[in-house]
């Protein structure tokens, strides 16, 4: 029999059809879930808006009389804030204990019984949850933001494709950390020293408390390319609001990608070594 | 103290209130008890929770860094905001913010076992989790609002030096009094847990810019609508000697504590109508 962990690929050929049917299931199933918490989208929204408004007004005030500040324009600022707020909410930085919470009480055993590796299947309903935020918590700052404030719209067609994938990368690399940080479970048995850290951590390094092209050049530079941090957030903000022209736009999603697929593999990579030494207790 | 626990109530006036301390005291000794077994967590949080004040101070630095003034104040003007904003902030969450979970309690119907005790319900739900470890964001607060009044340059006159220790105080008053009027909102709606931060945590970040840069009903609603103005704006005002940039006269700074006494009566009355409305989820 051997290993019976679902990391282990399975001994018959793999059909791809069947595979991506699994997936679409679980990523509409993770949709459905969200859909079923209305009143908390609704709060949110609340939430984002109000925040949306100090934000907006702070950052106006710092381009103050100039009007233009690290590169961007007022309207510039205004739809960053704006699709910012509603962007939160879509890669979900905070507040995901699921994995965690899993591992703790020992459910995990179960999603390791599944034929369909944990991190694929916690991606997918990742995806379902970050589509149903799309449609909830992001249409509605973003449609709020101009009726207040004079917004910038992407002068180029091919931003709107490009802000597009810019978030689905965000959003998978996000769950990437999360998964990471969540993952420390398997070893620690108190998650909340990593996810303090990561919540510290991502907030402002990710561009949410104010955007990033406000520090020094070098430090940019670091934050870019040292840490996945810019390219959960900043990075689709930039490209949507056009900070750049259309080969650097195209140049930092590419980082986008890399980051992306680099954490997945760390992903996999610590699920393998988790699975090796873990003992589900109790029974 | 399990024995003056379990005590039952006696008649007499006065033994009945120093039962009461004691009940009280015990739980705040059990709760410094148990936060403080697990060492090393508590540490993490500790510093964890000291970053977040870090990193709002921070914002405001970085702001600085790519404009000369915000609003028409300069940063060290602007240092004397967030400082009393900050310091009031971390220490009315300290001894309030836990109310917070009030959403928690009524849903899982632990409010029920508070409200049948034979002490009061709100200083039973603040201590049952006092978050010791919030005292570091607290100190931390205080040492930037002690940084920030000693290198503003204030001309020091003995009615100064009395609001500089009185407006903090009224602030953190009058936090409290904001966490405790929104958490009463989910004796109606249990799900507004998000709700309360807009207010919350956006007086907060409200609070710790001049009201300057904010406009229009925005400014109208939270600057004079919830009275966040009297928070830190006008006591700062007051204290740097500085006309106000909208025009109110210079006495209004010394109003803050008539607003917190304002705010706290507030609160008395939306807790106590909160309480008779409150109908158990019977779970």
């Known amino acids: ?283 | 103290m399990a024995e003056t626990l379990a005590e039952p109530a006696r008649p007499a006036e006065a033994d009945r209130a120093s039962g009461g301390l004691a009940a009280y005291r015990a739980l705040l000794r059990a709760q410094a008890r148990s936060q403080t077994a697990y060492r090393t967590s508590f540490v993490v949080d500790l510093v964890g929770n000291v970053g977040a004040t870090v990193f709002d101070v921070v914002t405001v630095l970085v702001l600085f860094g790519v404009t000369t003034e915000l609003g028409g104040f300069t940063l060290r003007e602007a240092l004397v905001i967030v400082g009393i904003s900050s310091f009031a902030f971390a220490t009315a969450d300290l001894l309030v913010g836990n109310i917070e979970r009030l959403p928690r309690y009524v849903r899982t119907g632990l409010f029920d076992a508070v409200l049948v005790r034979p002490l009061g319900a709100l200083p039973q739900l603040l201590l049952m989790d006092l978050p010791l470890r919030k005292v570091s964001r607290a100190l931390f607060g205080l040492a930037v609002l002690v940084v920030a009044v000693t290198s503003a340059g204030i001309d020091w006159t003995p009615g100064r030096l009395a609001l500089v220790v009185v407006a903090p105080v009224a602030a953190v008053v009058f936090f409290g009094a904001v966490f405790v009027t929104t958490a009463t909102v989910s004796f109606y709606w249990i799900d507004s847990g998000e709700l309360a931060n807009s207010v919350t945590y956006g007086g907060r970040d409200f609070t710790s810019y001049p009201i300057t840069v904010y406009d229009g009903w925005f400014r109208a609603l939270f600057a004079y609508g919830m009275g966040f103005a009297f928070v830190s704006y006008h006591p700062a005002l007051a204290l740097l000697g500085r006309a106000d940039p909208l025009g109110l006269p210079a006495w209004v700074g010394w109003t803050a504590p008539g607003v917190a006494l304002v705010a706290a009566a507030v609160a008395a009355v939306a807790w106590r109508v909160g309480i008779r409305h409150y109908r158990s989820t019977g779970s």
């Not at chain 1, 408004?53 to 961007?72: M, S």
């Not at chain 1, 934050?223 to 996945?228: G, H, Q, V």
């Open chain 1, 1 to 283: 029999m051997g290993s019976v962990t679902a990391t282990v690929a399975p001994p018959t050929h793999t059909n791809v059809t069947r595979w991506f049917r699994t997936f679409g299931a679980i990523v509409a199933s993770g949709f459905r879930r969200q859909a079923t918490y209305r009143q908390a989208a609704v709060a949110g929204v609340v939430t984002n808006t109000v925040f949306g408004f100090l934000r907006c007004y702070i950052f106006l005030a710092v381009a103050g009389a100039a009007g233009t500040v690290a590169g961007y324009d007022r309207a510039q600022l205004a739809t960053f804030v704006w699709a910012g707020q509603g962007l939160l909410a879509v890669i979900l930085l905070w507040g995901w204990t699921d994995l965690a919470d899993r591992i703790r009480t020992g459910e995990i055993a179960s999603d390791l019984l599944r034929p369909v590796h944990p991190v694929t299947s916690y991606l997918a309903t990742d995806l379902g949850r970050a589509g149903f935020a799309a449609l909830s918590r992001l249409l509605p700052p973003v449609l709020i933001g101009p009726l207040f404030f004079d917004v910038y719209l992407p002068r180029r067609w091919a931003t709107v494709a490009l802000f597009a994938l810019s978030v689905l990368v965000a959003v998978v690399l996000c769950f990437g950390c999360r998964f990471l940080v969540n993952a420390t479970a398997y070893w620690l048995q108190d998650v909340r020293g990593a996810m303090i850290l990561w919540t510290l951590g991502s907030g402002v390094l990710a561009g949410l408390y104010f955007p990033l092209r406000f520090l020094p050049e070098w430090l940019q530079l670091v934050l870019w390319y040292a840490t996945p941090f810019p390219s959960l957030f900043q990075t689709p903000l930039d490209v949507l609001v056009e900070r750049d022209p259309a080969p650097t736009q195209v140049g930092l999603v590419g980082l986008q990608v890399a980051w992306a697929v680099l954490i997945l593999a760390a992903c996999r990579l610590v699920q393998r070594r988790a699975e090796r030494r873990l003992v589900v207790q109790g029974g």
